[in-house]
C-alpha cells in the first residue's frame, strides 16, 4: 500500500491550493479516505472523509464551506481542494485510508505541507 500526496505549499491568506494524493497497492475504489493534518505542536486533525464512491463527503467544522474532497477511483486519486485559506490551515497535510472496521487509519501518506502566509 502506498500513499503519496502532492501539491502542497505557501500560498496567502485567501488564496487556494488542491492537493492530490495517489493511491496504490489496494483496491482505491472499495475503500473510504480521509485527510488529517498537523499544525506544528498540535495532535492530529480529522479534515474530512469521503465514502468509496464519493457519494457522501463529512467535514470538520473548521473547514466546512471551504474545503471539498473529492475522488478518482479510475485514476486512483483523492483529492482536497482549498479555498479562502487561513494562516490556521498551515499544517502538514496526510491522505489516509480509512479500514473496514472504521477505527482509526490504517495506511498514511508521508504528508504535504501547507503554509498559508502573508
Known amino acids: 500500500v502506498q500513499l503519496v500526496e502532492s501539491g502542497g505549499g505557501m500560498v496567502q491568506p485567501g488564496g487556494s491550493l488542491r492537493l492530490s494524493c495517489a493511491a496504490s497497492g489496494f483496491t482505491f475504489s472499495l475503500y473510504d479516505m480521509s485527510w488529517v493534518r498537523q499544525a506544528p505542536g498540535k495532535g492530529p486533525e480529522w479534515v474530512s472523509v469521503?465514502?468509496?464512491?464519493?457519494?457522501?463527503?463529512y467535514y470538520a467544522d473548521s473547514v466546512k464551506g471551504r474545503f471539498t474532497t473529492s475522488r478518482d477511483n479510475a485514476k486512483n486519486t483523492l483529492y482536497l481542494e482549498m479555498d479562502s485559506l487561513k494562516p490556521e490551515d498551515t499544517a502538514l497535510y496526510y491522505c489516509?485510508?480509512?479500514?473496514?472496521?472504521?477505527?482509526?487509519?490504517?495506511?498514511w501518506g508521508q504528508g504535504t505541507q501547507v503554509t498559508v502566509s502573508s
Open positions: 469521503i465514502t468509496t464512491g464519493g457519494t457522501h463527503t
Open positions: 489516509a485510508r480509512d479500514p473496514p472496521t472504521g477505527v482509526g487509519y490504517d495506511y
